[in-house]
């Protein structure tokens, strides 16, 4: 047995291991998991193909299989790469579009399929001679124009999924590119790959260069599964907002009962609603007016208002219908600190119970609470509780 093919039939184990992996991992929504096991059954249909090439009967019929999955493997990368990014695990209909390509391909091969053996052998020998081909298999894909279809599909797909990375990069800022940046090695040794299979195509490269082809598969395999394993920092499971409500709710009440910190949500809206009654103002606002802006204000903070990373004073003063000026008065004097310090408060007592329940990373928790960087999340978690997020965390593990 060629050191190549062993190479292959390792290769092909430790894909079937990578797919048990995706089949269990709970760091990916189902639906880049489905996209992603897809596209490992295209590079394991390729890669037995590979390894049986020199089989005859073998090969006859594997390529029915691989031809059409082989195609399929960027894009089933896109669709993963593209689920995984924006954090969508609905399936949508328009994405069925990209699946044309494939099921063209085997509307192609279905001539080639109802052959027998002996017409499959005829045909390929038909093939190797240059010799005029039956016009029902004429439009056939055969290795060359297969090798272009790929290289081409995948030119197309990786740029769509680098174009998909930058719009992410631009909406998750500056702390996040430190992760994305370990993905774009892996960008450029799949474009590699790509150009080096269109090399093979537009030299008609002779067989006894396969070797090279199956080089290829296995670095793409690879690089793939690396990809996989390193995309999940960028995104978190994907839950209702039933769902989501319910945890904070279970964790917030663990918090209340064992948390180190008096910035309790519950505890800021009985303060500030109990001040309001008794405190008099220096200005316009009247004592019942402003008890019906810190009311109104308590339910906004609970409604999530505080997750807006773009929310200012003069924003969530148009939504009280109030001035900013008054506004701030009323939040200055009724909870005994600024417009930040509520905000704050809200956004980190918040983020403890996102902590507590472990269902996400720490930078999407600060996302999710409403900071615009992990930085600023981590400066002012550890300015209210002495400690950084990931000590908190330990620290309530029971």
Known sequence: ???????????????????????TTPHQNSKARLCFSMMLI????????????????SYLYIVSISGPLSVSVPIFFYLYFKASMGLNDEF????AKHLLVPCVYLIVMMPYNLLGEAAKQHFFALVYTNEPIPWQLSLMPIRFSRLLLISGLGSVYLYLSWRELHVEMNKKKNDVLREINRLKVGFIGISISFAIVFGFFLFRLPHKFTWMISSIVIIITAISCMIFYYLPVLGKKIMTHQALDSIRSQAFDRTLDSAPTSHAVTDIAISVTAISVNKQYRSSVTSNQSEEVIRDLVHLMNE????????????LA??????????????????????????????????????????MSVID??????????SSFYT???????MTPHKFKQSHKH
Do not use: C, P
């Open 304 to 315: 999530g208002v505080y997750k807006d990373s773009k929310l200012s004073l003069g924003k």
């Open 365 to 374: 928790i600060a996302y999710e609470v409403g900071y615009n960087s992990k």
């Open 42 to 57: 295209g590079l394991l249909s390729l890669m037995i193909e590979l390894a049986i090439f020199e089989e005859g009967a």
């Open 92 to 95: 949508q209909w328009r994405n």
């Open 318 to 359: 148009g939504q009280l219908q109030i001035s900013t000026h008054h506004l701030s008065q009323i939040i200055n004097q009724q909870t005994q600190g600024n417009y930040f310090d509520l905000i704050n408060q809200y956004r980190i007592q918040d983020a403890k119970g996102l902590l507590l329940e472990g269902e």
């Open 1 to 23: 047995m060629q050191l190549m093919t062993i190479l292959l039939l390792i290769s092909v184990g430790m894909t079937f291991f990578m797919m048990g992996y995706v089949a």
């Open 380 to 386: 002012e978690f550890k300015r209210r509780t002495q």
